[in-house]
């Protein structure tokens, strides 16, 4: 079955510091990936996606993910991290079954520091 | 565009009370819908997901119910709420893609 990992539940960076957000998937084949982002109270905002050709994958906000097939991971980065920045970011892999069912991490909440 | 709306943003409910939150897209047509609920310091659990007019499936058994009467809504019930209902509603509509775009959620408190 698809699953996705999250490992880090917290991170902590400095304003202006670059940020990596871990993700690991299960996924028989190639995958549909997406990162998305939840400021507190709100809904959940599609930051990028990935289904094929480039493997890098450029989002809005100036961040971007590189899947990775040979480690089954999509990390997603930042080069430089602004305070606005800081809310929950949530990394998906679409379902197997032809029901457009999304399998969600479950999430890595993002502080940052002055 | 394709907007999503979900109401009401806030809702406090006593136990044992019915419940009744409504979710609307505009801008496209016969689109994939699900509601999803967030716990407090949890991840997102899916309810239900609805592929067309009068198709629902569950996803975990619950007193929760979910409905589709038209094309773009879909609505979330319950006979009587627990306190355990308690959560943030998320209601979201996928494209052809299976990519999905979030409503801005309706925050539930059962007392």
């Known amino acids: 079955a698809q699953s996705v990992t999250q490992p880090d539940i917290h991170i902590t960076v400095s304003e202006g510091a670059s940020l990596e957000l871990r993700c690991n998937y299960s996924?028989?084949?190639?995958?549909?990936l997406f990162w998305y982002v939840q400021s507190p109270g709100q809904g959940l905002q599609l930051l990028l996606k990935y289904f094929s050709g480039d493997t890098l994958v450029q989002g809005i906000k100036g961040f971007e993910a590189e899947f990775k097939r040979s480690q089954s991971s999509f990390n997603l980065r930042k080069p430089s991290v602004h305070w606005s920045d800081a809310a929950e970011y949530f990394c998906a892999v679409e379902d197997s079954g032809n029901t457009g069912k999304l399998i969600f991490g479950q999430g890595t909440t993002l502080q940052v520091k002055p | 565009s394709q907007t999503i709306h979900q109401w009401p943003a806030t809702l406090v409910q006593p136990v044992g009370s019915p419940l009744s939150l409504e979710c609307t897209v505009e801008?496209?047509?016969?689109?994939?819908l699900y509601w999803y609920r967030q716990a407090a310091g949890r991840g997102l659990q899916l309810l239900f997901y609805s592929v067309g007019i009068g198709q629902i499936s569950s996803e975990v058994p619950q007193n929760l119910s979910a409905s589709r009467p038209q094309d773009r809504q879909f609505i979330l019930s319950s006979k009587k709420l627990l306190l355990s209902d308690s959560g943030f509603y998320l209601c979201a509509w996928g494209d052809s893609t299976d990519t999905q775009y979030f409503g801005p959620g309706t925050r539930l408190t059962v007392l």
């Open positions: 801008g496209t047509s016969n689109p994939n």
């Open positions: 996924y028989g084949a190639t995958p549909y």
